[in-house]
Each structure stands twice: as C-alpha cells, then as structure tokens.
C-alpha cells in the first residue's frame, strides 16, 4: 500500500532525524473555505514532532486565553500517544490553512469550539504516531506488532521485560504504513481523559516565563500610542505636532485614519506626549447618538419592520386570536465591554521584505490581513507570532489594534510596541451589540400555546467581514479586500455561513409549545460591535428565560414544574434541570430576605440549568449563591470545566449587576474598572457546578456558564420583590 497526499497521514523525517507527522483531520470541516487541488477543499492539519532525543512537540492550532486550550487539546494527543502530557511541548501555531477552524473556515479561536472540534481528530492524530512506533519497534524485534503494548512513551517487548524508547524508533517509523483504522483507546483504558489534573501552563503562568503580547520586548524597540477621535468615526486634521517633537524622548508624531500616533524611546514618554497633544477633529461623519436614541431607533424599526422568519412552526397568529390571555414584553440590553485583564496591544517590526507581529490575537490570519492592509506587503509576508492572551472574550477576534501598530511600524522601519491603556480600551472597542427583544405568548388557562419572538438590532458579521473575507483568500491581491467583504455579505447564507449572531438560542428555543415565530428585525445604529462571550446566547438568554419565568407567574405554576411539563422530548435539558434544583434546595425554605430564581438555556451544544440566591442588602443586590448543573458531553478535564463554568457564572453576574457602555453625544462615558464595574472578590458568591458524566462528544464550556445566570438573577430578584426587570444592568 502506498501513500500519497490524500491519505490519513503524512509522514516524514526532518532534517535534525525527528520524526514528522502531518496530521490530515478528515470529517470536520462543515464549510469549505479554500482550495486543495486534488481534493477541492481545505482540510485542517495539525503537526506532532517526536525527535530522537524523546522531545515531543505539539503545535497548539487554538490560542491560549485561560481557558484551557493548552491543557484540553494537548491532553487529547498524549491520552492516545500514551505519554504524560506534562511531557509534550507545546508550540503556538504560525498562520498556515491547515490550521484554520473547521468551523469558521479561519484560524481562529471562540465559539467554544476548540475541544469539541479536536476531540476524534487529536486523538486518532496521537493513537497513529503511536501505531507507527508499535510498528517500527515489532519489525525490530521480528514479532507481531498486536503483541506489543505501550507505556510512559516508551514500546514494550511481548515478553514484558525489553522495551524502546519512542525517540529510538522515529526513523524507523517514517517508513511504516498504516492499513485501514486506527483505533482508538475504549474509556476504560483512559489514564488522562475524563481525570482531574492541573493545568499545563500554570508554572510559566506562575513564574512569569508565559510571553504575553504586552511582555514582548525586543533590540531597539520603540514604544507607541495612538489618540483616536473621541466619537467613532472621527478624523484628525491636525495637532501640535512641533511642540510633541520637542519633548523629551518623542521619536515622531503623525495624523493616521485611526488618529494621531506618538512613538517615543519609553511607554511613560509616549504617554506623557500624548497628554500634551491638542487636535482638531473633523466630527462631520462621526457617530453622534444616545443610548436613549439607539432604543428609539430599534422600537421603530420593530414596528415597521416584522423581520426575517427565523423559525415559524404552527400558526402563531392563529395562536394569539385563540388565547385566553395574550402576555406581551420588551427586554433591552446595553452594549457591554469586554474588559479583559490584558488591554489591547501588540508588537510589529517591519524590515523591507517582510514583516513580523507578535500579538495576543484570536484570529492570527486575520492579524495578518490587518497588518497587509497597512504596508506594501502581501500576507504572505507578515508572519504572525501568537503569544497567551491575558482574556480575550471575542475582543481580540477584531484586529484593529494589529492595524494601528503596523501603521507606526510601517513608517519608522523599527520594531514598535504599540499599548493601549485601560481608558482607551474601554472607551474605543468594539462592544457586545445592545438588543432589544419583543415577546408575546398565548395561555389557555395554564397552557402555553404559542410563543412569539422579535430580536431587533444588528449583526455581527457586518462589523467582522472587514478582514474576515480576505482572511479566506489571502492571495487575492489588496485592492479586493473591500469587494470581498461586499460579496461575502450579499451571499450570507447562501455561499458563505449564515450570520447567527442575532438569533443563536433563541431559534433553538427548546419549550414544547405547538405555536412558535422566531423573527429577526435586522437595524443598525452604527456603533462598532463584535463578538462577545456567549455572543447572542447572552441577549437571549435573558429574554428568553425571563419570559418563560413570567410566562410561569400567569400560569400561576411554579417556575420549576413550568418548564419540566415542556420539556418531555428534551431528557438533557430536563435533566440539567432537576439537577440544579436538587442541589439547591429548589422549594425548601430560605432565610428572612432571600429568594432563589431558576433558568435553564444551552449553547454552543452544552445544556447548563442554574439556580441563583439572591437578596437585597442596604440598597445592594446581593448574590449568595449559584447552583449551576451543566452537561457537555465527555470531560477531558473536570477542573478546567469547573473553572470555566464558574469564570463564566461571574462573568454573566458582573454584566447582570454592572454592565453598561453609554454614550453621550457619540462619546463612550465609561473609562475604568470605577464606572465599568466588575465582580470584587468580596462580592463573589459561592459557586456549585455538578457535571453530568457523559459520554457524548464534548462540547463547548468556556461560554455557556454566561447565558443563563443573567435570567436566573432577575427571576430570583422578582421572588423576592414582585417586581419583574426587564432592562440590564438589574438594579435593586
């Protein structure tokens, strides 16, 4: 049998005598998203190196943002290579197609997506290496490679006693060839999958020695930062450029379609410069809105416009005419921040023929294409050096901070620093779009017979197209950057994935209810919007949950038993659900001024029911307590998936009880952690999260803990009131 490029496995021997593997991971691309002349399509590769000296190194095709990717995926190749995963080095990935999501059809990180779209791919990658080794060592031997068994990377003798180290066999195994399926270890066998185990990078973490983007340093460096116009879309047409020369340690100084860049030999005299900067701002076509004007706007375009038919099933008119009691309610949620630890920032060094960035990005090719737009180079000559990211959120999937450093890169010839500060970074992101949800629900007594949903507000994917369209054809030349993005758009749905962003969770409404409409009212006021942690699970799982909560309070049932009786064809859900309720106590007594709230929602494929205990304390929401059961299917690591569940739980409960981006006149009003508010340590509650064993593919977890604990609160704050409160942040 003999090997050519469209088979499994690639296999060859580098020039240092390691062995090489490339990894072709058949059965998860969804979308085909480039060209591979024999086969038509694109396929992800991932690339495992085992040398001589018993190194093992894994090139890590997702970022590290905390949340566990390093840990997670690097688990499922040594499971099935029968090595420790301490042992394996872990590299970043380079930009290259075989790295690209199979999901997005971009090498990018979110959705929650890194382990569930790695889960067969990884190990069936880790369990051929293996079989190669098995191979190589039984021919040295002369016995039969199904007698031989494997242990701490090492394959042993049938007679138990002899055995060959893998970095004995690398060359060996090059000339191997394996007939038909791999397979893989049964769960029984599993000595890392599914077990407890601390996370892979946490020494470097702890010690310092993880390069973050904002620790790259590198000779002669310059420090830059840039004053952007104050209202979005503004323009610098000039400043006080020969007084910023003369300070101290300023380096140059000039207008950029982002606004005015100062670079300087330190960061401090950079940003002592820019204190000094007096500008003149062209606002002619800047945003110029209310947050009050924004909702105007939307409850407008609700009334004119009904919306695209998202899910239609029954008749839900019909529905209404019928009904005892028609319940109606508008939800509204604010734009909200991503404010991750690690502002934004991100390192470029031009040098003629080439450029390089080191940047903590999500999406390293579309860091690629950012920095291209601003030089005379071609993508393929900027090579992108993704570092850890301090949080990322869905922030880091917009590139504009690459843009702006490579525009200073680009004309000093120097390697740059590029920093935004903490104000800057709250002040000119992108922002989780604000929303606005129009509800109605038909009741016949106690019955809920139709259920009616109208989102109103934009779409992400008109935001991210920018550099996402070029991303996918990196070789079409420049000047087609802003058709492609065009084109990308018309053909949304059709040639291209469908924009979810609006819609995700609510189209997947999980209720037994004969009657259902799910319409989105496409809208747009113009605020720069991307992608956020869980997205638009977390819009509607607010609406929806809360309504279902009010739907519950008509019917006069208990918001429990409500939801069990419309669930009869969901086990998963309804399981997740009566989990969550005996854990915390659903029904029995609680102390003298609390009261508990319940939700249930899934997304990105993992089911999470949750139950909050709350009160109100001199005037002060007070949260006592989260009882959350999730089920993801198979847990490769059950720490991380408590970590990430929890992270996600406060996540959504700072954005619940604080969360607001306002603006005033086009100008953002928040700067900091004092008026952008986050969970403090002393406001934390405690946390329960009960997994479910499983042992259905995994899915995601580093978003779905968000969702439903937003609704969960609001109900538990009516408990206790009698007020329901339909506009975030939630007050007391």
Same mark, same amino acid.
């Given at each position: 049998?003999?090997?050519?490029?469209?088979?499994?496995?690639?296999?060859?021997? !580098?020039?240092?005598?390691?062995?090489?593997?490339?990894?072709?991971?058949?059965?998860?691309?969804?979308?085909?998203?480039?060209?591979? /002349?024999?086969?038509?399509?694109?396929?992800?590769?991932?690339?495992?190196?085992?040398?001589?000296?018993?190194?093992?190194?894994?090139?890590?095709?997702?970022?590290?943002?905390?949340?566990?990717?390093?840990?997670?995926?690097?688990?499922?190749?040594?499971?099935?290579?029968?090595?420790?995963?301490?042992?394996?080095?872990?590299?970043?990935?380079?930009?290259?197609?075989?790295?690209?999501?199979?999901?997005?059809?971009?090498?990018?990180? !979110?959705?929650?997506?890194?382990?569930?779209?790695?889960?067969?791919?990884?190990?069936?990658?880790?369990?051929?290496?293996?079989?190669?080794?098995?191979?190589?060592?039984?021919?040295?031997?002369?016995?039969?490679?199904?007698?031989?068994?494997?242990?701490?990377?090492?394959?042993?003798?049938?007679?138990?006693?002899?055995?060959?180290?893998?970095?004995?066999?690398?060359?060996?195994?090059?000339?191997?060839?394996?007939?038909?399926?791999?397979?893989?270890?049964?769960?029984?066998?599993?000595?890392?999958? =599914?077990?407890?185990?601390?996370?892979?990078?946490?020494?470097?973490?702890?010690?310092?020695?993880?390069?973050? !983007?904002?620790?790259?340093?590198?000779?002669?460096?310059?420090?830059?930062?840039?004053?952007?116009?104050?209202?979005?879309?503004?323009?610098?047409?000039?400043?006080?450029?020969?007084?910023?020369?003369?300070?101290?340690?300023?380096?140059?100084?000039?207008?950029?379609?982002?606004?005015?860049?100062?670079?300087?030999?330190?960061?401090?005299?950079?940003?002592?410069?820019?204190?000094?900067?007096?500008?003149?701002?062209?606002?002619?076509?800047?945003?110029?809105?209310?947050?009050?004007?924004?909702?105007?706007?939307?409850?407008?375009?609700?009334?004119?416009?009904?919306?695209?038919?998202?899910?239609?099933?029954?008749?839900?008119?019909?529905?209404?005419?019928?009904?005892?009691?028609?319940?109606?309610?508008?939800?509204?949620?604010?734009?909200?921040?991503?404010?991750?630890?690690?502002?934004?920032?991100?390192?470029?060094?031009?040098?003629?023929?080439?450029?390089?960035?080191?940047?903590?990005?999500?999406?390293?090719?579309?860091?690629?294409?950012?920095?291209?737009?601003?030089?005379?180079?071609?993508?393929?000559?900027?090579?992108?050096?993704?570092?850890?990211?301090?949080?990322?959120?869905?922030?880091?999937?917009?590139?504009?901070?690459?843009?702006?450093?490579?525009?200073?890169?680009?004309?000093?010839?120097?390697?740059?620093?590029?920093?935004?500060?903490?104000?800057?970074?709250?002040?000119?992101?992108?922002?989780?779009?604000?929303?606005?949800?129009?509800?109605?629900?038909?009741?016949?007594?106690?019955?809920?017979?139709?259920?009616?949903?109208?989102?109103?507000?934009?779409?992400?994917?008109?935001?991210?197209?920018?550099?996402?369209?070029?991303?996918?054809?990196?070789?079409?030349?420049?000047?087609?950057?802003?058709?492609?993005?065009?084109?990308?758009?018309?053909?949304?749905?059709?040639?291209?994935?469908?924009?979810?962003?609006?819609?995700? =969770?609510?189209?997947?409404?999980?209720?037994?209810?004969?009657?259902?409409?799910?319409?989105?009212?496409?809208?747009?006021? =113009?605020?720069?919007?991307?992608?956020?942690?869980?997205?638009?699970?977390?819009?509607?799982?607010?609406?929806?949950?809360?309504?279902?909560?009010?739907?519950?309070?008509?019917?006069?049932?208990?918001?429990?038993?409500?939801?069990?009786?419309?669930?009869?064809?969901? /086990?998963?859900?309804?399981?997740?659900?009566?989990?969550?309720?005996?854990?915390?106590?659903?029904?029995? /007594?609680?102390?003298?001024?609390?009261?508990?709230?319940?939700?249930?929602?899934?997304?990105?494929?993992?089911?999470?029911?949750?139950?909050?205990?709350?009160?109100?304390?001199?005037?002060?929401?007070?949260?006592?307590?989260?009882?959350?059961?999730?089920?993801?299917?198979?847990?490769?690591? /059950?720490?991380?998936?408590?970590?990430?569940?929890?992270?996600?739980?406060?996540?959504?409960?700072?954005?619940?009880?604080?969360?607001?981006?306002?603006?005033?006149?086009?100008?953002?009003?928040?700067?900091?952690?004092?008026?952008?508010?986050?969970?403090?340590?002393?406001?934390?509650?405690?946390?329960?999260?009960?997994?479910?064993?499983?042992?259905?593919?995994?899915?995601?977890?580093?978003?779905?803990?968000?969702?439903?604990?937003?609704?969960?609160?609001?109900?538990?704050?009516?408990?206790?009131?009698?007020?329901?409160?339909?506009?975030?942040?939630?007050?007391?």
């Amino acid at each position: 049998m003999t090997m050519n490029r469209r088979d499994f496995m690639k296999v060859s021997t !580098g020039a240092s005598g390691s062995l090489m593997l490339a990894l072709s991971l058949p059965g998860c691309a969804t979308i085909q998203t480039g060209y591979e /002349p024999e086969t038509g399509e694109w396929t992800p590769d991932v690339w495992l190196e085992l040398t001589k000296k018993d190194e093992i190194f894994f090139t890590l095709a997702r970022v590290e943002m905390g949340q566990g990717t390093y840990t997670g995926m690097t688990t499922l190749i040594a499971e099935e290579l029968d090595v420790d995963p301490a042992r394996i080095k872990v590299k970043f990935a380079p930009v290259a197609p075989e790295y690209r999501n199979p999901l997005f059809g971009l090498q990018l990180t !979110g959705g929650s997506t890194s382990v569930a779209s790695s889960w067969k791919p990884l190990r069936v990658a880790g369990a051929s290496a293996r079989q190669l080794l098995v191979m190589a060592a039984a021919r040295v031997w002369d016995v039969s490679a199904e007698a031989c068994v494997t242990q701490d990377g090492h394959v042993i003798h049938p007679n138990g006693i002899d055995s060959l180290r893998y970095g004995q066999l690398v060359e060996l195994a090059d000339r191997e060839v394996i007939r038909g399926k791999v397979p893989l270890k049964s769960r029984s066998e599993w000595k890392y999958i =599914g077990r407890q185990g601390g996370r892979l990078d946490a020494e470097a973490k702890a010690t310092g020695k993880a390069v973050y !983007g904002i620790d790259v340093e590198l000779p002669g460096m310059v420090y830059a930062v840039m004053t952007r116009s104050p209202r979005y879309g503004g323009q610098a047409t000039g400043f006080n450029r020969d007084e910023i020369l003369a300070l101290p340690g300023v380096l140059d100084a000039f207008v950029t379609d982002r606004g005015v860049a100062v670079a300087a030999d330190s960061y401090w005299r950079a940003r002592k410069a820019q204190n000094a900067l007096n500008i003149n701002w062209d606002f002619s076509s800047a945003l110029n809105i209310n947050n009050g004007q924004v909702f105007d706007g939307y409850r407008q375009a609700a009334s004119e416009d009904p919306g695209e038919q998202e899910r239609s099933d029954g008749d839900i008119d019909k529905a209404i005419e019928n009904a005892s009691r028609v319940v109606e309610a508008d939800y509204e949620q604010p734009y909200l921040d991503h404010a991750a630890m690690e502002p934004m920032n991100a390192t470029a060094w031009y040098h003629g023929n080439g450029m390089d960035v080191w940047a903590p990005t999500q999406a390293p090719d579309l860091g690629r294409i950012a920095a291209a737009r601003h030089s005379d180079l071609s993508p393929e000559d900027v090579t992108v050096h993704t570092t850890f990211l301090g949080g990322g959120f869905g922030r880091r999937l917009t590139q504009d901070y690459i843009e702006e450093v490579a525009i200073v890169a680009y004309k000093l010839k120097v390697p740059v620093k590029l920093i935004w500060s903490r104000e800057e970074d709250v002040r000119h992101g992108f922002w989780r779009p604000a929303m606005l949800h129009r509800m109605r629900a038909s009741l016949n007594g106690s019955e809920l017979t139709g259920w009616d949903h109208q989102i109103v507000g934009p779409q992400i994917l008109d935001w991210y197209v920018r550099n996402a369209a070029p991303a996918q054809y990196p070789w079409a030349p420049k000047f087609l950057y802003s058709t492609l993005g065009k084109v990308g758009l018309m053909v949304e749905g059709i040639a291209t994935p469908k924009d979810i962003s609006a819609i995700e =969770g609510a189209v997947g409404y999980p209720y037994q209810v004969a009657n259902v409409s799910v319409r989105h009212t496409h809208t747009d006021p =113009g605020v720069p919007i991307t992608w956020w942690r869980s997205v638009g699970y977390s819009h509607n799982g607010f609406a929806v949950e809360t309504f279902m909560d009010e739907l519950a309070y008509e019917a006069g049932e208990d918001p429990l038993q409500f939801r069990r009786k419309l669930l009869v064809t969901e /086990p998963r859900h309804k399981a997740v659900l009566d989990r969550a309720a005996e854990l915390a106590g659903w029904g029995r /007594p609680l102390a003298e001024g609390r009261a508990r709230g319940i939700a249930l929602f899934r997304s990105f494929g993992t089911y999470v029911a949750q139950v909050v205990e709350a009160g109100i304390e001199n005037g002060e929401i007070q949260v006592y307590k989260v009882t959350c059961s999730v089920d993801c299917g198979q847990v490769v690591n /059950p720490r991380i998936v408590e970590d990430q569940i929890s992270g996600g739980i406060l996540f959504g409960l700072s954005a619940a009880l604080f969360g607001e981006i306002t603006f005033k006149n086009g100008e953002v009003q928040q700067s900091n952690f004092h008026d952008y508010r986050l969970l403090r340590i002393h406001e934390v509650p405690e946390v329960v999260v009960d997994i479910v064993d499983s042992e259905s593919e995994p899915t995601g977890v580093g978003e779905p803990g968000v969702p439903p604990v937003i609704p969960a609160l609001g109900n538990a704050l009516f408990a206790l009131t009698g007020k329901r409160q339909r506009r975030l942040p939630l007050t007391a």
